[in-house]
């Protein structure tokens, strides 16, 4: 391992030294370097380096497809036996670049690996010299002009049957690391501009030094500023700090009626009132709940003292349950839960103390939760913890009649006693819960049918007190 990381550290060293590379769109890469294959203890190979080459094409500046091609001689650990392997990689790839200098490469696509020498069909007594399957490739770029480098690290699934007859060759993850000097060639050429103005040294740029920000002219000249945004430049206008969105005259000075409430500037003793709301006669809002939002805007304009508001008025109602924060006994209500007037969930239906535990199922002749069952049963569990103090609920258990009873008053007691931990273990009280299981007792659909029996294998909750 040490070895490894040595390999990967004089890689990244010699990265600092290698100038930059962009890409775009039509350019084609070539790389050349090294690869050091990890390969899966099933293998039992040892680790060496070897070395490759790669042929890439940007459809655009982001998106890409490659194919690389490692070579590889190795042998099995403890042995003299020589084993060779050709890796041959297709991937499209996704360049995510953090600036000119620097960015990060993600890819997928799949391997074909040819073994030869003292091969695996030979070493393993497998059936084939070839085997395949899918991968992907994280890696580093470093860079911006037409030489760069990458260091990647690359994950191939492996999947039978190319590999049939050895346990030792059965679906694995071989992981990869290479280190690549690349050359690009074509792709859109982009003009020197010193500048930075948009226009190219070679138009030629009239203004050379244009000062960074400035919009420019054809010639690359700055064009006269308008600091405010009124449409009058900054050499024109007799009002430079009009307010956003005013309307001016040909001096860069107000006019009209800016805010649109209804009363001209010349008047108006509150020129930035916000669109939609109402004013008095000088042109200056009212808000009668004192919440913050003005008459007009305000939705909900009878708002009680001190509540906390949203951008329209009417009380925020941060968990989402139809109760405003200020009337929620239970805030922090999950997402999609019923609640009551109080905001609280509401466990059962109005006049019912029971119901079936939907979805809630169990491994066959099991008392392990199917991993399903577990968001149902989360649920109940916010549900439960809001009932009122003292109620306590059973968790009833049901098997279909296929099976002895006593198997089935066992399996049933079992499975409910499984509900009751589960929710526990997710804050309910235990004093509130007990579990009893009920057999092929008190059956809700026939036992006929194999849709009646799974009918009657459930899990339910009750109320008692």
Same mark, same amino acid.
Request: glycine share 12%; hydrophobic share 35%; charged share 20%.
């Given at each position: 391992?040490?070895?490894?990381?040595?390999?990967?550290?004089?890689?990244?060293? &010699?990265?600092?030294?290698?100038?930059?590379?962009?890409?775009?769109?039509?350019?084609?890469?070539?790389?050349?370097?090294?690869?050091?294959?990890?390969?899966?203890?099933?293998?039992?190979?040892?680790?060496?380096?070897?070395?490759?080459?790669?042929?890439?094409?940007?459809?655009?500046?982001?998106?890409?497809?490659?194919?690389?091609?490692?070579?590889?001689? =190795?042998?099995?650990?403890?042995?003299?036996?020589?084993?060779?392997?050709?890796?041959?990689?297709?991937?499209? =790839?996704?360049?995510?670049?953090?600036?000119?200098?620097?960015?990060?490469?993600?890819?997928?696509?799949?391997?074909?690996?040819?073994?030869?020498?003292?091969?695996?069909?030979?070493?393993?007594?497998?059936?084939?010299?070839?085997?395949?399957?899918?991968?992907?490739?994280?890696?580093?770029?470093?860079?911006?002009?037409?030489?760069?480098?990458?260091?990647?690290?690359?994950?191939?699934?492996?999947?039978?049957?190319?590999?049939?007859?050895?346990?030792? @060759?059965?679906?694995?993850?071989?992981?990869?690391?290479?280190?690549?000097?690349?050359?690009?060639?074509?792709?859109?050429?982009?003009?020197?501009?010193?500048?930075?103005?948009?226009?190219?040294?070679?138009?030629?740029? +009239?203004?050379?030094?244009?000062? &960074?920000?400035?919009?420019?002219?054809?010639?690359?000249?700055? +064009?006269?500023?308008?600091?405010?945004? /009124?449409?009058?430049?900054?050499?024109?206008?007799?009002?430079?700090?009009?307010?956003?969105?005013?309307?001016?005259?040909?001096?860069?000075?107000?006019?009209?009626?800016?805010?649109?409430?209804?009363?001209?500037?010349?008047?108006?003793?509150?020129?930035?009132?916000?669109?939609?709301?109402?004013?008095?006669? @000088?042109?200056?809002?009212?808000?009668?709940?004192?919440?913050?939002?003005?008459?007009?805007?305000?939705?909900?304009?009878?708002?009680?003292?001190?509540?906390?508001? @949203?951008?329209?008025?009417?009380?925020?109602?941060? /968990?989402?349950?139809?109760?405003?924060?200020?009337?929620?006994?239970?805030?922090?209500?999950?997402?999609?839960?019923?609640?009551?007037?109080?905001?609280?969930?509401?466990?059962?239906?109005?006049?019912?103390?029971?119901?079936?535990?939907?979805?809630?199922?169990?491994?066959?002749?099991?008392?392990?939760?199917?991993?399903?069952?577990?968001?149902?049963?989360?649920?109940?569990?916010?549900?439960?913890?809001?009932?009122?103090?003292?109620?306590? +609920?059973?968790?009833?258990?049901?098997?279909?009649?296929?099976?002895?009873?006593?198997?089935?008053?066992?399996?049933?007691?079992?499975?409910?006693?499984?509900?009751?931990?589960?929710?526990?273990?997710?804050?309910?009280?235990?004093?509130? &819960? =007990?579990?009893?299981?009920?057999?092929?007792?008190?059956?809700?659909?026939?036992?006929?049918?194999?849709?009646?029996?799974?009918?009657?294998?459930?899990?339910?909750?009750?109320?008692?007190?």
């Amino acid at each position: 391992m040490t070895r490894k990381i040595s390999v990967l550290c004089a890689a990244i060293a &010699l990265a600092a030294t290698v100038p930059a590379h962009a890409q775009s769109k039509g350019q084609f890469q070539v790389g050349v370097g090294a690869g050091l294959p990890f390969y899966a203890d099933t293998l039992s190979l040892d680790d060496k380096v070897g070395f490759g080459g790669r042929l890439g094409y940007m459809f655009s500046d982001k998106i890409g497809l490659e194919g690389d091609i490692f070579y590889y001689s =190795t042998n099995p650990t403890g042995s003299t036996l020589d084993v060779t392997e050709m890796p041959l990689h297709g991937r499209l =790839t996704y360049y995510a670049n953090v600036n000119k200098n620097f960015g990060f490469i993600f890819g997928l696509g799949a391997v074909y690996n040819q073994w030869g020498g003292d091969s695996l069909k030979t070493y393993y007594a497998t059936t084939t010299d070839a085997d395949a399957g899918p991968g992907g490739l994280v890696g580093l770029r470093f860079g911006g002009g037409p030489v760069s480098f990458r260091v990647d690290l690359t994950g191939d699934y492996i999947i039978n049957p190319f590999n049939q007859t050895s346990s030792a @060759n059965d679906s694995r993850f071989d992981l990869g690391m290479d280190a690549m000097l690349s050359f690009a060639f074509g792709g859109n050429k982009t003009l020197k501009d010193s500048d930075k103005d948009g226009v190219p040294d070679k138009t030629p740029d +009239l203004c050379a030094n244009t000062p &960074l920000g400035d919009a420019v002219d054809v010639n690359g000249c700055s +064009l006269p500023k308008d600091a405010d945004g /009124d449409g009058v430049t900054n050499d024109k206008d007799k009002c430079p700090n009009t307010p956003a969105g005013t309307k001016v005259d040909v001096n860069g000075c107000a006019f009209g009626d800016a805010d649109k409430d209804g009363v001209k500037d010349n008047m108006d003793k509150c020129p930035n009132t916000p669109m939609g709301a109402t004013v008095d006669v @000088n042109g200056c809002p009212a808000d009668q709940d004192a919440d913050g939002v003005f008459n007009g805007i305000d939705k909900c304009p009878d708002t009680p003292a001190g509540v906390t508001v @949203n951008a329209t008025g009417c009380p925020a109602d941060a /968990d989402g349950d139809g109760v405003a924060d200020y009337l929620d006994k239970c805030p922090n209500t999950p997402a999609g839960m019923q609640v009551n007037a109080a905001g609280c969930p509401v466990l059962f239906e109005p006049g019912k103390s029971a119901l079936v535990l939907e979805g809630v199922t169990f491994a066959t002749n099991s008392a392990v939760l199917d991993p399903t069952s577990t968001g149902i049963l989360d649920r109940l569990a916010n549900a439960a913890q809001y009932n009122p103090s003292g109620s306590k +609920l059973e968790i009833a258990g049901y098997t279909d009649n296929t099976g002895g009873r006593a198997h089935n008053m066992k399996l049933s007691q079992a499975r409910a006693e499984s509900v009751m931990n589960y929710l526990i273990s997710k804050g309910v009280p235990a004093s509130m &819960l =007990t579990a009893k299981g009920y057999g092929p007792d008190f059956p809700i659909d026939t036992n006929a049918t194999a849709a009646g029996k799974a009918n009657n294998r459930r899990v339910m909750v009750k109320q008692t007190q």
